[in-house]
T-cell receptor, first 116, second 113 residues
């Protein structure tokens, strides 16, 4: 199947700093990428949908100025957590889609963010 | 809006016993349905998916699921549990494009030796 790679797989940062997470589709062009957040022992919650070359669409309750999403190319989307705080600590997962009908999205391996 | 409900946040079975994880969907049209498995601190691995081709879907690692429109269900089963099956399992439904997913709350499977 198609491969989606996330980097880093884990990161620890100090409160107030910014962290960038990359999501790459390695063997296909992803016209659409999705970012999810997962709290411990909970399900995945969609944060935003990004389409290559346009602004991301954020789900209700997600601060777009805090979670900056860039999808500048067909193989790369980035999520930047700005001015991170301990409550931002979570597991972030991206998925990428070729954008064709009836095609599943492929998930990255996730990034564990810990803000201290 | 699409949604799925997973009954039972925790399921425990003995090694070699039947695994049954429940999922019900809420949709006015036949959706695309998926089962994913997640091991600790890892991403999601696709077990199987339903795309209307067949109601009984066979997946990896001996898992299968049956789509029952009359019951709006897509329960995941495996005849004989292995220790390696212990993980978190998520049922998901996608939108019409098959790209945007809506996840259930997950079921944690424990396999007792």
């Amino acid at each position: 199947g198609a491969v989606v790679s996330q980097h880093p797989s884990w990161v620890i940062c100090k409160s107030g700093t910014s962290v960038k997470i990359e999501c790459r589709s390695l063997d296909f062009q992803a016209t659409t990428m999705f970012w999810y957040r997962q709290f411990p022992k909970q399900s995945l919650m969609l944060m935003a949908t990004s389409n290559e070359g346009s602004k991301a669409t954020y789900e209700q309750g997600v601060e777009k100025d805090k979670f900056l999403i860039n999808h500048a190319s067909l193989t790369l989307s980035t999520l930047t957590v700005t001015s991170a705080h301990p409550e931002d600590s979570s597991f972030y997962i991206c998925s990428a889609s070729p954008g064709q009908m009836n095609t599943e999205a492929f998930f990255g391996q996730g990034t564990r963010l810990t803000v201290v | 809006a699409q949604s799925v409900t997973q009954l039972g946040s925790h399921v425990s079975v003995s090694e070699g016993a039947l695994v049954l994880l429940r999922c019900n969907y809420s949709s006015s049209v036949p959706p695309y349905l998926f089962w994913y498995v997640q091991y600790p601190n890892q991403g999601l691995q696709l077990l199987l998916k339903y795309t209307s081709a067949a109601t009984l879907v066979k997946g990896i690692n001996g898992f299968e699921a049956e789509f029952k429109k009359s019951e709006t269900s897509f329960h995941l089963t495996k005849p004989s549990a292995h220790m390696s099956d212990a993980a978190e399992y998520f049922c998901a439904v996608s939108d019409d494009t098959g790209n945007q997913f809506y996840f259930g709350t997950g079921t944690s499977l424990t396999v007792i030796p």
